[in-house]
């Protein structure tokens, strides 16, 4: 049925188009599976991929406050160290979200952490210390037009994606502004301050005072998914490349990410320049997604969005059959559509698809809905009722 159905779709692909579709081990369906089209950010599947098998699921990022505080509560500065973390947030920002962030590391209770360990009085300022990653704030190849909006600038140490809350605009430097929104919060707590933030470098010898952990990496890799948020995948990106070089950089991180690929021998034309797809010179063949949802079927399919309820297709979907079953990462471009994922089905293994298109006009909803919506058809033909277990005498 599922074959059927799709063969009836076929020709409402556009040329340039990869599709495949497979269920129980069978290929029920395929269009130019190995051609290597832009992914656009169905390219944070490969991130996400990468994350979970360099630095384990269980990872974890600790951010650090330091300073000598004396017995009066009074510190001369304090500085603010990131260790990469990309999902600090004020309660005030997440309310503020498009998509809010999920699995935050909450900035308030690093905050509380302070003034309960006795903290009255700075002298000097916060100071943002954002060495663990390199200073490069944007992706080489990303248009202009990208910067400050889709993503970034990207630092090891970033509070609210860089803003500072009541700031028209992001600062230029996001360790500045996490330092700003610490001592903001902090002089709504009470503590006093002498000067204004500032970024530094950590000497040696200042003591910790406070720490914050994040969520287990299962949970950034969730939000990143779910939000398609673009500055977790590059922030990741760094992080692979400093957990496999000690270099928190781009350049490290897709390294590190090919080397994997490599590894998986799923390197056969696949071009990455970013960790989010937000590089339009990025190419990933279907057949490289199919590999990657088998190899995590126990992982993937919980930390994606779900058809007409979460995320990016939260508003797709509606009032369809596949509405709340299916699980997807989407990837969108001017000229770009992209959904990759499964369709869970009873008593069964899901069916796992994923289909690129590039074509001028595609990523409008006119166009790519109905076959979205087609193709969501003739998966949900999938049927695995009666199980084996009832055909067993």
């Not at 599709?19 to 290929?27: L, N």
């Not at 656009?40 to 996400?48: E, F, P």
Request: aromatic content about 6%.
């Amino acid at each position: 049925k599922v074959s059927r159905a799709f063969a009836n779709i076929v020709s409402d692909f556009p040329v340039q188009s990869c599709v495949a579709v497979e269920w129980m081990g069978a290929r029920l369906g395929a269009i130019n599976p190995t051609k290597a089209l832009i992914p656009a950010s169905s390219t944070k599947l490969l991130t996400a991929a990468v994350a979970l098998e360099v630095l384990k699921p269980e990872f974890t990022y600790t951010t650090k406050v330091h300073g000598s505080v004396d017995a009066t509560g009074t510190a001369a500065d304090l500085f603010f160290v990131g260790g990469g973390d990309p999902l600090i947030v004020r309660n005030e920002y997440v309310a503020s979200e498009k998509y809010p962030t999920t699995s935050g590391t909450s900035l308030e209770k690093l905050a509380d952490s302070l003034v309960a360990a006795g903290l009255q009085r700075v002298t000097g300022s916060v100071v943002g210390v954002d060495a663990r990653y390199d200073d490069k704030r944007f992706v080489d190849v990303w248009p202009e037009d990208f910067h400050f909006t889709e993503g970034g600038p990207l630092g090891a140490l970033m509070v609210d994606d860089g803003v500072v809350l009541g700031q028209i605009n992001k600062p230029d430097d996001p360790a500045v502004a996490a330092a700003t929104e610490l001592q903001n919060l902090l002089n709504a707590k009470g503590v006093l301050f002498g000067g204004v933030p500032r970024h530094d470098v950590l000497p040696a010898g200042i003591p910790e005072i406070a720490s914050i952990q994040s969520a287990p990496l299962t949970a950034i890799i969730q939000e990143m998914m779910v939000n398609s948020d673009n500055n977790t995948a590059e922030l990741l990106l760094k992080e692979i490349g400093f957990a496999s070089s000690a270099k928190g950089s781009t350049a490290a991180g897709l390294t590190a990410v090919k080397a994997q690929l490599v590894n998986w021998k799923l390197d056969k034309d696949v071009q990455l320049f970013d960790g989010s797809g937000l590089a339009s010179d990025g190419r990933i063949p279907c057949e490289v997604f199919m590999s990657l949802l088998k190899t995590f079927s126990a992982t993937m399919p919980g930390l994606m969005a779900i058809a007409g309820e979460t995320g990016t297709i939260r508003e797709t979907f509606d009032g369809t059959a596949v509405a709340g079953k299916l699980r997807a990462k989407t990837g969108t471009l001017n000229g770009v559509k992209a959904l990759v994922g499964y369709l869970p089905v009873l008593n069964s293994d899901p069916v796992t698809f994923s289909i690129l298109m590039n074509k001028t006009g595609i990523d409008n909803q006119t166009s790519y809905r109905p076959i979205w919506y087609s193709l969501a058809d003739a998966l949900n033909k999938a049927s695995g009722s009666p199980s084996v277990e009832q055909l067993t005498p």
